[in-house]
Each structure stands twice: as C-alpha cells, then as structure tokens.
C-alpha cells in the first residue's frame, strides 16, 4: 500500500498539535507518531516497510487523520 505524501507532509508541518492531542492518555508519545510519518515519508509513503507496531501506529493514530482516498492498494 502506498500513502499520498501530501497529505503527510501537511500532517507533519501544520497538524502536528492534532498529533499531540490524539495521544494523549493512550501511552503513546507524540514522537513517536510523527517518526512513523517521517519514516514513511522518507520512503515514498510505501506502508508495507513498516513495521507492525508501526503499523499499528499509523493505523490508530495516522490514518484518521489523513483525507479520504489517501492510501491506495498498489
């Protein structure tokens, strides 16, 4: 699967405050949210290079707060 790099390069620049917020209380730390977007965005947005934590991440924290449409099957 591979994740547009726009919308995570919005994501990282002005949204990372959103990032702050959904974490807090779940144990996670906000750094740790905004390296798995780094790392995919240091990666064309291929998802599969993740590993299942990270995966676990981006599906928990990541994806609903990307637009709709932007991950695709490829």
Not at 50 to 63: G, H, S, V, Y
């Amino acid at each position: 699967m591979k994740v547009d790099q726009g919308p995570l390069k919005y994501l990282l620049s002005r949204r990372s405050a959103e990032i702050e917020k959904a974490v807090v209380g779940s144990g996670y730390l906000a750094k740790t949210v905004i390296g798995v977007v780094t790392f995919l965005l240091d990666n064309q947005g291929d998802f599969d290079l993740l590993t299942d934590k990270q995966q676990a991440t981006f599906d928990r924290f990541i994806k609903p707060m990307l637009p709709a449409g932007s991950c695709r099957q490829d």
